[in-house]
């Protein structure tokens, strides 16, 4: 089945930097790329989610980049803000059928004021 | 907005004991599913359903059971609670069986097997 490997585990930045979280996947089948945030105290919400046939997808502050070739996925926020502060999680699926989501193991983002 | 409720955020269960936890979502959703979240070790799928009285194990279904009578209503049953059931569980929902639909997630039940 898939694995979905996160890196970094936490993350500390200074308002304002930019972060970047990686993840690497090891099904080749796999077509469909989540991202959700968890505040504390609440369930994951998706945030970005990016498609095998797009390279780059842009959001306002927020950036997913897909490399197939070296199966990895990337998220970028830029001028983090506090409020970016949570635990974000990468996943990776197939479009097909009843494929479910498989999950990275989550990176702990903390923006310092 | 879609809403994924909990019936207990926190709850306190002794080895043996058979623990119901209850998910229930308020839009129609077709896809409902269980994970189980640990520290250093993320989100863990634990069963799913796509449809009324339809269940699929997922990555870690062992020494678990799931009932879905309503389509609303997903049911998450420890038959015998251990102490290394002792998690965070998250229930979600999405739209329809397709794997790229958003999935929307309850606030989660923090359970605590003594």
């Known amino acids: 089945g898939e694995n979905v490997e996160q890196h970094p585990s936490t993350l500390s930045v200074q308002e304002g930097d930019s972060a970047v979280i990686k993840c690497t996947y090891s099904?080749?089948?796999?077509?469909?790329f989540p991202w959700y945030k968890q505040e504390l105290g609440k369930g994951p919400q998706l945030i970005i989610d990016?498609?095998?046939?797009?390279g780059e997808k842009k959001d306002q502050r927020i950036a997913v980049t897909l490399n197939k070739t070296a199966k990895h996925f990337s998220l970028h926020i830029t001028e983090t803000q506090p409020e970016d502060s949570a635990v974000y999680f990468c996943?990776?699926?197939?479009?097909?059928?009843?494929?479910?989501?498989?999950f990275g193991k989550g990176t702990m983002l903390l923006v310092s004021p | 907005d879609v809403k994924v409720t909990q019936s207990s955020r926190y709850l306190v269960k002794r080895t043996g004991e058979k623990v119901f936890l209850e998910c229930v979502q308020d839009?129609?959703?077709?896809?409902m599913f269980w994970y189980r979240q640990d520290p250093g070790l993320g989100l863990r799928l634990i069963y799913f359903s796509y449809d009324v009285k339809m269940k699929e194990k997922g990555d870690i279904p062992e020494g678990y059971s799931v009932s879905r009578e309503k389509k609303e209503r997903f049911s998450l049953i420890l038959e015998s609670a251990s102490t290394n059931q002792t998690s965070m569980y998250l229930c979600?929902?999405?739209?329809?069986?397709?794997?790229?639909?958003?999935?929307?997630f309850g606030p989660g039940t923090r359970l605590l097997v003594l």
């Open positions: 979600a929902s999405s739209l329809t069986g397709v794997a790229q639909e958003t999935q929307y």
């Open positions: 099904d080749s089948a796999s077509n469909y």
């Open positions: 990016i498609r095998s046939n797009v």
């Open positions: 839009m129609d959703h077709e896809n």
């Open positions: 996943a990776a699926s197939m479009i097909s059928g009843y494929s479910t989501l498989t």
